[in-house]
């Protein structure tokens, strides 16, 4: 009975090891490079990225970018974004956005995720921003200048 | 001269300099501590003007429906006139007994206001909030000295230097009057114990002054005072940062002088319409990145930014709006203590007719970056170590001429713009880096990139995208390109019109990305092509151009292509031997890249500096 135990706690854990979600892709400052504009990333809290089953992960220097290239794909996606306060890596479930010509983003998205509905409040108050609840809603809204 | 008048001219003397140093020195200082401020935030209160962690207290008071915090306008136009009337009373003071006794009651009177005024507008502040506010707050009533809560925040108000000045001189005075007397009634004219005390006093005067001149000095009032449109000349020294200037007015600094923004925000604001600001090193400024912090930051219109050196910030000079502004002569380095790529050197969005000139930029993210901007000069700046040394996005009709961009990892990026002008550059040694390219071209309308020197990169034109639109025109015009390892790199969808350039001594001179060349691409207008250096053709007629036509057909590249290790090969016998091969046998001959009608036998004559 013992045994059989392990073995089902060791096939639990290995299943749930395949299962598990792969992380954020890497991104090294000024070398990796954009997905869709080929510009290099230098500004990690603006940098998104995106994955879809079976493919390599993809990178973006500016929210806009994964806006616009997520719209293309057909198949789920998996998201990570950089928090607007502390820059962590999180992902895209849950994260809300914030949206304002006060964000000068590499290629003019004009867009922040934050991990906090308080504090992406707080900072569209600052930059006279809209908050955009989901990234169901990000996908659908509009590019902004 | 008697002691008793000797005493009280002392007096009148320092108590002088005591009202003139208070205007320099915060009268009033506010403390607010919470959790989540663990340095705290800091408001002081000059006579003419407020500093300190205004903007954070702004978005604060927001929360909880309280007026931004501004200095009170009534209050701050009296201000010099009231230190106008006690430097007056104080020197008048030794003259006479009734005016001595004026000099102290008013003296002491000023401060004693001030006291009464910042606990009304205290009061005021704490009783005015609006009802709509995210975060509703019974009223209260933070106190001018002492400590007050609210919700988790503690302040603390507490008079400062400035305030002590004032009362200082009060008492220096009132004591100057009481020891005259006093020797009057012993009947005394001959030294006393006056002499000390007065010396004692001199020495309580003169510490504020001592303590002062250690720390950074006030350039905020004087600019505040100037009258618009006049000129103020900065003397040396370090001055207190974050300033803020209003045109019309100019300020022009001496050598050596410096303001520090102590690592909050952007270091001076220039706002307004025609303000010069020249001469200065500019430095510490705040490192957020969605605060866009500068070392200068520009709004308005007709400024002229010279001859300033702008170190140690986020944006060397961030320029948002307005137009006929000029950014000339400035040596920015906004990451040079850090080692790392910061903000943009000069950093243009929404920008009008201007003009960037002349400036030496190096550390920055890009030299010099164009975001939304219309007809924009950029001209005879040099640009190192960036990321980008010339980037234009979203913007129309810029002009970039005679720019020095090298040793960054990308020279020129051009990306979603119109009508842009490439002259005169010199362009070379990009050659580190995943997008190590001397000019990257991206979804451009019209271009006119003519007499450039792009020299040495690893892949010297990139050009993905261009023209964007049908009927639009890219022309590449009397450019050298030459020492690349590869000279153009032209994606299927370029369709340059290339003429009269030399494209020589690159180890492949141009190589086709993706489907190959674009039908559209153009090598000669019909009548002149291009030098080609590796062109082995023939000018039976003299005319300088090719008889026969020039075909690149470079064998190597192609296996390099599907192969990138093939490159350690280049140049060995086995290259050589292929390159042979294809010339005598047809069966090894690849179809060519692109052919040439108009080879130039000679170089062509450039422009580029």
Known sequence: MVRFTIFLAAMTAVSACHRASPGPPEIVVDQTVCSRCGMLISEPLYAAAYKTEGQAPRVFDDIGCLRAAARGENAPILTWFHDGEDRAWIPGAGTVFVTSTGFHTPMGGGIIAFRDAAAAQRSALEHQGQVIPSLVELLKSERGK | ?609
């Open chain 2, 1 to 609: 001269m008697t002691t008793q008048r000797l005493t009280r001219l002392a007096a009148a003397l320092l108590a002088t300099t005591l009202v003139g140093l208070s205007t320099q020195l915060p009268l009033w200082s506010l403390t607010m501590e919470a959790p989540q401020y663990r340095k705290g935030l800091h408001l002081y209160a000059y006579g003419t003007h407020m500093t300190g962690d205004l903007r954070e207290l702004g978005i604060l008071n927001h929360y909880i429906g309280m007026p931004p915090i501004e200095a009170p306008v009534f209050e701050t136009q009296m201000f010099p006139i009231g230190i106008a009337v006690l430097v007056a009373l104080c020197l008048l003071s030794p003259a006479h007994k009734w005016l001595r006794r004026a000099a102290v009651l008013a003296t002491a009177a000023v401060p004693v206001t001030i006291l009464a005024d910042l606990q009304w507008r205290l009061y005021e502040f704490g009783h005015t909030l609006n009802p709509k506010a995210p975060i509703r707050l019974p009223a209260f009533t933070p106190l001018v000295i002492g400590e007050t809560h609210m919700g988790n925040f503690e302040s603390t108000g507490m008079v400062s230097w400035g305030f002590f000045c004032l009362v200082g001189a009060a008492l220096l005075l009132w004591l100057a009057g009481r020891l005259s007397r006093n020797q009057l009634r012993s009947g005394t004219r001959e030294p006393s114990a006056a002499a000390p005390l007065a010396a004692m006093l001199a020495l309580v005067a003169v510490w504020p002054a001592a303590h002062a001149s250690a720390q950074p000095l006030d350039l905020q009032s004087r600019i505040t005072a100037a009258p618009p449109g006049s000129t103020l000349a900065v003397t040396a020294g370090v001055y207190r940062g974050p300033v803020v200037i209003r045109g019309p007015l100019s300020v022009i600094a001496a050598a050596g002088a410096i303001i520090d923004g102590e690592g909050t925000g952007s270091v001076v604001t220039i706002e307004g319409d025609g303000v010069v600001f020249r001469g200065f090193t500019v430095r510490n400024s705040g490192r957020q990145v969605t605060d866009e912090a500068a070392g200068i930051k520009v709004t308005g219109n007709r400024h002229r930014i010279e001859n300033n050196r702008v170190e140690d910030v986020y944006f060397g000079i961030h320029i948002g709006g307005g137009s006929h502004s000029m950014v000339a002569d400035n040596v920015i380095t906004p990451g040079q203590d850090h080692g790392a790529r910061p903000g943009h050197g000069i950093s243009a969005w929404n920008l009008q007719d201007a003009q960037l000139l002349r400036n030496t930029i190096a550390d920055a993210r890009d030299g010099i970056y164009l975001s939304f901007t219309e007809r924009v000069i950029v001209a005879g700046n040099t640009v190192t170590k960036c990321r980008y040394g010339l980037h234009s996005m979203y913007s129309q009709s810029a002009r970039f001429e005679n720019n020095h961009a090298f040793a960054n990892l990308l020279g020129a990026a051009l990306m979603m713009s119109d009508r842009l002008v490439l002259r005169g550059n010199r362009i070379e040694q990009h050659r580190q880096g995943a997008a190590a390219y001397g000019v990257l071209l991206k979804d451009i309308g019209d271009l006119i990139a003519e007499d450039n020197q792009i020299l040495g990169n690893r892949v010297g034109v990139y050009a993905e995208g261009v023209p964007s639109n049908a009927g639009r025109i890219a022309t590449f015009k009397r450019n050298i390109i030459a020492g690349n390892e590869v000279g153009l790199a032209l994606q299927s969808n370029a369709a340059l019109t290339v003429t009269e350039n030399r494209i020589a001594d690159n180890l492949t001179d141009v190589r086709p990305l993706g489907n190959g060349l674009s039908p559209q691409m153009r090598w000669s207008d019909g009548t002149t092509g291009n030098s080609w250096g590796q062109y082995r053709g023939f000018d039976a007629n003299r005319d300088g151009v090719g008889d026969v036509p020039y075909r690149l057909e470079d064998s190597m590249d192609a296996l390099i292509r599907r192969n990138p290790l093939i490159q350690a090969f280049l140049y060995t016998p086995a290259h050589l031997a292929l390159e042979a091969a294809a010339r005598m046998f047809p069966l090894y001959r690849q179809r060519p890249v692109l052919v040439d009608d108009r080879p130039l036998m000679n170089v062509p004559a450039r422009g580029a500096r």
